[in-house]
Structures are given as structure tokens and as C-alpha cells.
């Protein structure tokens, strides 16, 4: 069975990004999707998500990004990145859904339902979209309206004349409440804490300094926060008819879930026919448990260049904690792929010490 220098799990931006660096290096590896097809994540988004809506795609390493504003950013992305593929040769193989991967002595092994790997390091760039994070809150399973993700979002006409709840304090709450509100009968909008409102400009520079408050979190375990959880939140024109609506009045947090709606912290009943979870999604990183990584703050600490495990040096982790945006994850995949070729030359050297 051949060796790989690396191992790289997934083929969204990071992935690609990482295994162009890796094959310019000359390592030898592969890259394992779990999908039937290119797109990473993008693939799977709400066919309303428009790439005006997403403010365009970071490029990929020698490459331009998708010029065009226009198009539904779930068949624009898998087709810049499908194209990216093939036209840098990339060694992708899929569908392949990882189930764990173990230390066994020097090496590391992928393992793949009956199918394995052997690779002296990895590069996990396996995203968040796999894990939506749907919380607990009591009463969840006895209301006989719908419950959706936002992983599962079906666009705004399916909620025509519906009222709907709508769970959660990012983006992407801001989003669907924007979409949803304006044909809804009436929504309801609850948050936890309330929402941070960006009111300057958003500009490189504030950018640049919401990454390293990220970046400082997993220097120090702790679990990764979305980097618009720190740059705060801001209407685009396309809200503006919500905003109009009142669909941005946020309330605290329901006290329970009941059959035909939710009890509010002032006691009275919103009725509601559908909830909609904007909670997020949390790294998907379960297949490494076995290599025990995670720090005693429950978080896998990465070192100063923001992508080497600090437990496992042979464990690269890209799109997780500040490489989770698009310009994130190049710069990420570029940091992976020193970092493989470091260990290997540490390998070496220790090897010729001997």
C-alpha cells in the first residue's frame, strides 16, 4: 500500500488551496470528498443565495476568481472550483466520507468504510456545513409545526403565509429574515444576546483585526468563533423591506417550545407554524477524535502560523476557527502545505541524526 506524504480530507476552498501547494512542493498525497461532486459546501446553499449576496469568491491559487456578479452562488461555486480541478490536475477522489483516522506508530491512517490510507501527515479541511448546530430548549419535540436549519433552507416561498419563528444572532438569521419576512404573515426574530450592529465602515484593516481575535482563541484551545461573530452585523439593500416590516425588532429567547407555538419570557404564546434555526454550525471534526487533539478548553489548539495542531504536529487544520472565510482559507492552505513539508523535513533530519 503507497505512503502519502499528506493526506487532505475534503475539497472545498481550503482543500484546493492546500493541495495546489502541496503538489507545487511536489509531496505526494490525495484529497478525499465526501461529495459526489466538486462545490464543497457551496453545492449544498439555498438556491435564492445569489453571488452578489455573497459579495464574490476569494481566488483560488493561480487562478482568477468567478467574475461574475450574477448567478446562483450554489452552481457559480462548484463550477469554479470543478474547473480549478481539473485544470491544476488535483488528485480528488470522491465520493469518500471519512470515518476516523488513527495513529499507528509513525504513520496516520484514513480510514474510509473498508478503505484505507497510510499518509505520514493530514491536512483536515472538512469544513462546517455537515454539523448544524441545532440547540436543545424544552418542548423542542412536541411542536406540530415545521422545524428547519438553516442547512436545510428551502427559500422564501416556502414560508409564504407563515409565521415564523427565526433562532438565532448572525448573518445568516439577518439573511433569511430578509428573504423570509417580506412574504411571511409575520415573523418573529430571538436571539440569546442581543445583536452587535456594525455602524462603521467595513474596511481590510477591521477585517484583518477580527481574524486575529479568532486566531487568538485557537492559539489558546478554545473553540473557534466565527469571525462575524467579533465584526458585527449589517443590513444589505436587499433587507431593507424587513427592516421596513419591523423584522429586525429583536426579543429574548422564548422560554419554552409548545404544540402550537412559543412561550415568551413575558408569559404570553407567539402561535407560530414554522422555526427556523439560524444557530449556526460547528467544526466537523469528529473522525479525528482517536488522535485525541482537543485541549482541556475543548478546542484544538493550533500554533502561531494558525493551521498545525499543536497536540499532533502531523495534523493540519484548514477552514477551522480564522481560515473559515474564503480569503482565510488560501492563505490557510498555503500555511498547511509549509507545515507538512516542515514535519517531513523534521522527520528527515531526525532520521539522519540517528
Known amino acids: 500500500m503507497e505512503t502519502y506524504d499528506a493526506v487532505v480530507i475534503g475539497a472545498g476552498q481550503a482543500g484546493l488551496s492546500a493541495s495546489y501547494h502541496l503538489k507545487r512542493r511536489g509531496l505526494s498525497h490525495v484529497v478525499l470528498d465526501a461529495d459526489d461532486s466538486p462545490g464543497g459546501a457551496w453545492q449544498h446553499r439555498w438556491d435564492s443565495l445569489t453571488m452578489h449576496d455573497v459579495h464574490g469568491i476569494a481566488a483560488l491559487p493561480d487562478s482568477a476568481s468567478p467574475g461574475t456578479p450574477e448567478g446562483r452562488a450554489n452552481t457559480v461555486v462548484p463550477a469554479y472550483f470543478g474547473d480549478y480541478e481539473r485544470t491544476h490536475h488535483l488528485p480528488v477522489l470522491r465520493p469518500v466520507r ?3 483516522v488513527t495513529d499507528e506508530g509513525e504513520l496516520l491512517v484514513v480510514h474510509a468504510g473498508d478503505r484505507t490510507w497510510r499518509t505520514r501527515t493530514i491536512v483536515n479541511a472538512t469544513g462546517t456545513w455537515t454539523q ?15 422545524q428547519l436549519h438553516t ?3 428551502p427559500g422564501p416561498e416556502h414560508f409564504r ?6 433562532v438565532g444572532g448572525g448573518a445568516s438569521a439577518v439573511q433569511l429574515l430578509g428573504e423570509v419576512a417580506p412574504v411571511a404573515a409575520d415573523t418573529l426574530w430571538v436571539t440569546r444576546r442581543e445583536p452587535v450592529w456594525r455602524t462603521d465602515e467595513f474596511n481590510p484593516d477591521r477585517g484583518r483585526q477580527a481574524v486575529a481575535l479568532v486566531e487568538e482563541r485557537v492559539r489558546r484551545g478554545l473553540p473557534p468563533a466565527s469571525v462575524v461573530s467579533v465584526t458585527g452585523l449589517a443590513l444589505r439593500e436587499q433587507e431593507r423591506e424587513a427592516e421596513r416590516l419591523g423584522a429586525y425588532e429583536r426579543h429574548p429567547m422564548f422560554e419554552r417550545i409548545e404544540p402550537g407555538g412559543v412561550r415568551l419570557p413575558d408569559g404570553g404564546l407567539w402561535p407560530a407554524d414554522v422555526i427556523l434555526w439560524a444557530t449556526g454550525f460547528r467544526p466537523a471534526i469528529a473522525h479525528l477524535a482517536p488522535l485525541h487533539l482537543r485541549s482541556e478548553h475543548g478546542g484544538i489548539q493550533l500554533d502561531r502560523a494558525g493551521t498545525t495542531a499543536v497536540a499532533d504536529p502531523r495534523v493540519q487544520l484548514v477552514g477551522y476557527g480564522p481560515s473559515a472565510s474564503t480569503i482565510g482559507a488560501n ?4 500555511s498547511a502545505a509549509r507545515g507538512v513539508a516542515r514535519w517531513l523535513e523534521d522527520v528527515r533530519s531526525a532520521a539522519r541524526a540517528g
Do not use: T
Not at 403565509?161 to 427565526?166: N, S, T
Open 331 to 334: 492563505r490557510a492552505g498555503r
Open 151 to 153: 442547512v436545510s433552507y
Open 132 to 146: 448544524p448546530h441545532l440547540p436543545y430548549y424544552p418542548g423542542i419535540a412536541d411542536f406540530r409545526g415545521e
Open 161 to 166: 403565509d407563515k409565521r415564523v419563528v427565526v
Open 98 to 100: 471519512v470515518d476516523r
